[in-house]
């Protein structure tokens, strides 16, 4: 099961991403706040601070309502220091930025669905994640 807990705060999204944790979630959706857009390194921090709160594999949703998005190069290196960050959802021209730069393994989601998203735009960030969430 993958829940989404992504929330207008740090503190909340914590809260949320433990509460599904705890409830026996698999994987969490994570959404950075939306309200007011992060910088790249706050951005960064967030994604650290939510990794470090749980055990369970995360799934960082990169919409275009976030910013810029993340760049490629912050995905790969937040996944070899974090080693819960195995999955990324990926939307709109943030999606385009990372088919412009190679290919990259799908989850194997498929058409789950999330909140009504397909899966079909989800790719796997960490050599060592599965695909059996």
């Known amino acids: 099961m993958i829940i989404s807990t992504g929330s207008g705060s740090i503190f909340t999204t914590i809260q949320f991403s433990r509460y599904a944790e705890s409830k026996g979630a698999d994987c969490l959706m994570v959404l950075?706040?939306?309200?007011?857009?992060?910088?790249?390194?706050?951005?960064?921090?967030?994604?650290?601070?939510?990794?470090?709160?749980?055990?369970?594999?995360?799934?960082?949703?990169?919409?275009?309502?976030?910013?810029?998005?993340?760049p490629p190069k912050v995905y790969a290196d937040l996944s070899k220091r974090l080693s819960n960050l195995e999955f990324a959802k990926l939307v709109g021209e943030?999606?385009?930025?990372?088919?412009?730069?190679?290919?990259?393994?799908?989850?194997g989601f498929g058409?789950?669905?999330?909140?009504?998203?397909?899966?079909?735009?989800?790719?796997?960030?960490?050599?060592n994640s599965g695909t059996g969430v």
């Open 94 to 107: 943030v999606l385009q930025k990372w088919r412009d730069i190679g290919p990259f393994r799908p989850c």
């Open 32 to 70: 950075p706040p939306r309200i007011t857009p992060l910088s790249l390194k706050e951005l960064i921090r967030f994604y650290e601070r939510v990794a470090d709160s749980v055990s369970i594999p995360i799934m960082i949703q990169d919409a275009d309502f976030a910013g810029p998005g993340i």
């Open 111 to 127: 058409s789950r669905t999330v909140g009504g998203g397909p899966f079909d735009n989800c790719f796997t960030l960490s050599a």
